[in-house]
Structures are given as structure tokens and as C-alpha cells.
């Protein structure tokens, strides 16, 4: 048992941090002839949404708390207990030993987010975790995987995003952007970036017009240098292939009209399929590729059916991502990468020959156009075909390309996303709490930070929260999977017993999430009770905020 005591309204929750799964692979698709980074074969364009991508520490006071906030500093107190239910199998008994050490009620606190310089796109990103929090009793791998890769946990940590930072860089590596730029400014000049032909750019050679991409003009500022990093990284700083793949960039960026792309307005019937939700513990964005969306055979059909429909989808794809990449910080430090996760839950096999032909479409454009914009590929619910067809190619990738791509089955996907995503930051439908701000959650938001606990199977655990001042307590919390006992009760110190939510067992087709409050006009103690008695450990995230007694 450990008590914590909260400081803070809302209190600043700590997490016991998720261990990573030994089933993780990371693995991308094997390239084209010319060396350059590709998407997986089923991975469709990136794609993003106006978002801001700094991620607050803290979650401000609202207005109707700053009155009583030095009386609700120290409303409450949170304790969590474990007790194990009296076994009625000796392997329960038996496991109950085996996991005892692996389960702590004061949890260790999240890691920080942090601003790290992220340019390197395709190449490996960093870890969220310390190797040194892992445990190897949370990653064990799921049954129907048939690749298993122990080594797969040390390639996280041998590769690193390089920094945007001039300082940061090597001497050779200097040398090479400033020979780049150089290239770059006599394009500029004799505009081989533009659509002017060789006459009209000998007339007016003194003023050369101003490039962007991305929304970056081109040697104006630090920001262009991160720009010129990417596709430097994506041809191993050669620069004579950088500046030919930049040349080739600009020009398809001048046939596909990609500017004016970005001001169309192209519908919203994807927006299921291909959404933005959140960041990951690094500060990057965080977009979900939901494909079992295509089971809609009207949507399938109105996306891929004909070449029109799928050049329109092409197009759709393009403006997302092209939205998504001038809403990242391309200043020398800035998060300029994206967290991607791809849902494979019910998604198209590799029969679907109108799915292949655009995706193939995609990843020309991706891989030739969009050089070091994957900070990490994270993809769950992974059907076995999927590992089959990664176990075909492996042989053929580079180590460095291998440890940017994360897999998780369905049993592994929460714990898998928390590794690298705080819970509150988690959609609901993948394990985690974040919901949309709305009437059914006006309480609690990404801002408010959420407690993990690893519940052991055959055991009890209560958490108690002690309430000092007379305050109305709110909360929500669930178990990912469910499969347990929930009740909720009130303790006054004068001694009886309030029940306000009665035992009762919830199952995996229940809510995801229960939320519920209770005014305190009576010191005393709320406890919330969590019922395992399978023979799995299970996942319990919960927050609660104190806020002035509601009369």
C-alpha cells in the first residue's frame, strides 16, 4: 500500500509507466530501386488537422475555482490499496507470486514532454520511456504472432532523430548543407524551381522569385536549413541526390497545383478514416489511419470505384497531409515530425485491387515528395497476414528503417500506445480517455492527467481518496477490457457507509468509460473498488478533480 498526497486542483497524476511489448517489430516497407525512405505497402498518406502541437504541462484552474483554490489544495488524499481475493486455483495462487513485484500503488511520474529537435522523419525517433523503467513481465508476446524478435526492444534506443540544430551537427555535415544551399540559391536564381522558362529568367536575373515549400521560403531563414536537413537525410547527404530530389519535389509540387490544393474544400466523408487526436509524450501530433472504416462498402465504393473517385481520394490525402506538415514548428529545435498509428482492425486484405492501385499511388508520391515526416509508425490490431507479409520482407530492410515501425496485436494495442501516448491523450475506442469536450464529459479534458494502475489478476484494488475540506468530488476511470467488479462508496470518519454505485460487473461491450460525482459535506473518505477476478492483469486509468461544493 502508498499514499500520495495531492497538492494540486486538479490533483497532478502519477502513472506507473507501461512497459513495451516484446512483440513490438519496427520495420518499414523495403524501398525502391533509388535509395529512399517508403510507407508501408497498406499505410495510406499522412494526414492532419490545424492543431497546436506544444502540449501543455498543466491544466489551468477554471475561473469559478480560484476563490476556494487554497482550500481545495488540500481537499483530498489519494491511497491505493491492493488485496488479493482469496484464490480458488493454485495457478492463480502461483501467479499471484510471480506478479506480486510487478505491481506498485505509487507509480512512478510520466516523463516530461520534451521539445527536442525532431527533423528526421524517416529516421528512428526517439524513445518516450527510459529502457531502464521497462518490464519484461508487461511484454510478453501475443500468442497468434508468429515472428517473436527479442532484440527488437534494443534497436528503440540504438537510433536517435537527429537534431535541427547547426550546433548539433558535425563539421561534415555542415559542409554538406552549405554546399547544398549553394546549389539552392543558383536555382533559385536561374529559377529552375519555378515555371519560368530559361529566356524569362535571363531577363530579370537580380531578383529572383521567392520559393516556398511547405509555407517555408527558401533561404530565408533558419527554418529553410530544417527544410534542406530532410531531404539531405533522406539521400544520406549526398548532395548532388538531395538537390535532384528537391528539384523533382518543387516540380511536382508546381504540375499537382499543390498550393491552391490546399485552399479547396474537398468534403468530409473521410474524416473517420483519417483523423488528428492528441500527442504523444515527445509533443508530437498524433494522427489515426483507421482503415476497417473501408468495411462501409458505400464508402469503399465512393472512394476507390473508378480512376475519378480515386484521383479524388489522392487528392484528398495530399491536402491533409499538406494542412497537417505548415501547422508543425520548422524553427532548429521545433517538433516537425508526425506520430503516426495505423488501426488494421477489420481492415481491407491485399485483395482489394482498387485499395492497391491508389495506395500505390500514394506511396510514389509519399515516399518521392515528403522526405523525414514519421517521427514513429505505431500499428495495431494487426492480423496475422500482415505479419506474414513483414516476415517476407525484413530480410530486405535496413536496420534504421526496421526501427521506426512498431506492431501490436489486439490484446497489446493500450499498453503499446501508452508506452509512447499518455492515456488522456488515448482516444477512448483504443484504451485511453481522451473524448471530445461535449455535455456527456464537461468535466475533464487532454489537460487533466490520468493515473495507471497495473490491477493483478485475483486481486482487489481500492482506491481511497481522503477528503479533507467539504468539496464536491468528481471522477471518471476504466478498466481496459473491463471483465471486472466496479463499486463506489463514501466513508465519513463519523463511520457508516454511503454506497453510491453498487457492485456490479462490467463486461467488454459495456461503456468504455464511467464517470460519476458525490458532494462531501462530511469528512471522510470515497473509495473506489476494482474487482479482477480473471487470471489477466488488467489496465485501470482514473482522474478526479476537486471542485467547490455544489449546494
Known sequence: MADETLRTCPPEATAEPPPPPSTVEEVETPPPPPPQEEYPIFEPPLASVALDVQEKDTALPSPQLEVEEEKLIEAVTITQKETPLVPTLSSVASSLTEEHVTVTAAAAPPAPVSSQPLAAALAVPQESDSPKTQSKESIEPEKEYPVEKKKAPESFASFKEESNKLSDLSNSELKTLEEFKLLVQEALTNGVFTAASPSETSVNTTTPEEVSIWGIPLLKDDRSDVVLLKFLRARDFKVKESFAMLANTMKWRRDFNVDELVKEELGDYLEKVVFMQGHDKEGHAVCYNVYGEFQNKELYAKTFSDEEKRNTFLRWRIQFLERSIRKLDFNPGGVNTIFQISDLKNSPGPGKRELRIATKQALHILQDNYPEFVAKQ?????????????????????????????????????????????????????????????????????????????????????????????????????VVGWEVSYSAEYVPNSGYTVIIEKTRKLLPSDEPVISNNFNINELGKILLTINNPTAKKKKLLYRFKVVPCVA
Open 378 to 478: 505505431v500499428f495495431i490490431n494487426v492480423p496475422w497476414w500482415y505479419l506474414a507479409f513483414y516476415t517476407m520482407i525484413s530480410p530486405f530492410l535496413t536496420q534504421r528503417t526496421k526501427s521506426k515501425f512498431v506492431f501490436a496485436g489486439p490484446s497489446k494495442t493500450a499498453d503499446t500506445l501508452f508506452k509512447y501516448i499518455a492515456p488522456e491523450q488515448v482516444p477512448t475506442q483504443y484504451g485511453g480517455l481522451s473524448v471530445d469536450f461535449c455535455e456527456c464529459n464537461p468535466e475533464f479534458t487532454v489537460d487533466d492527467p490520468v493515473t495507471e494502475i497495473t490491477v493483478k489478476p485475483a486481486t482487489k484494488q481500492i482506491v481511497e481518496i481522503i477528503v479533507n475540506e467539504k468539496c464536491t468530488l468528481v471522477w471518471e476511470l476504466r
